[in-house]
């Protein structure tokens, strides 16, 4: 089982200034930095074994801003889209009604790119609690891999809010042939609702099964926060 904290970086001056900022830098304006101290202060009494970011810079001083005493791990995994020729260009400026340059990241590729992430998370940190800084977008389609929905149905991250998610997985080398239908009254779903309800949780729990894996899903905690 996996504990995965999904994390957007603090408010960037380019965020003010409507930019799709894709692959650059970034910059996090005061309220930014505040907004990640604030958000490390609420999280600072649940145990993370490892702090995963993005490499780009914005992300990265915005798990720095935190002050969680964690090495800093950072990987280009978790990179926001590549705006291609867009980047640095003003938001309104972009016409959503056409078909996007094959230099922008496609939806397939943030899809392949997400997958291949939870692939990374459950190869070296199964067992584990993991928190990790990235972006708005691409945390959508992370959300999206793990529980099925796509990723335009997933609520959009403001700076510095953060979700967490718990799955398990089990592999079918290491457990019995899972059955062709899952419901409710499964010993497996009433023992796991029952693990989470000694937690006093409120969660949701959901059911995906890709590659003759078995994924147990829910989530149990979000925060969003905005300076306006």
């Known amino acids: 089982m996996i504990r995965l904290y999904l994390v957007r970086h603090g408010q960037t001056v380019e965020n003010l200034e409507h930019i799709l900022q894709g692959h650059m830098p970034g910059h996090l304006t005061n309220a930014g930095k505040e907004q990640m101290r604030q958000l490390g202060k609420e999280l600072a009494g649940i145990h993370f074994d490892h702090l995963l970011c993005s490499d780009l810079q914005r992300a990265i001083d915005s798990a720095i801003c935190m002050n969680l005493s ?9 990179r926001e889209r590549d705006w291609g020729i867009f980047t640095g260009c003003k938001i309104e400026t972009i016409r959503r009604d056409e078909a996007f340059p094959e230099s922008v990241e496609s939806t397939e590729q943030l899809y392949r790119r997400a997958t291949l992430f939870i692939d990374f ?24 891999v793990v529980s099925g929905k796509p990723y335009y149905e997933i609520p959009r991250f403001e700076n510095s809010g953060s979700r967490k998610t718990v799955f398990a997985v089990l592999h079918p080398a290491k457990t019995k042939p899972l059955p062709t239908k899952l419901n409710s009254h499964s010993k497996l779903v009433t023992s796991f609702r029952r693990s989470l309800q000694r937690k006093k949780y409120l969660c949701i729990i959901r059911f995906l099964c890709n590659n003759n894996i078995l994924w147990i899903l829910h989530t149990s905690y979000r925060r969003e926060n905005t300076v306006r």
């Open 121 to 144: 998370l459950l190869k070296n940190y199964d067992g584990k609690s993991i928190l990790c800084v990235s972006h708005g977008l691409f945390n959508r389609f992370i959300s999206s």
């Open 70 to 78: 964690l090495p800093v791990t950072t990987t280009p995994l978790l």
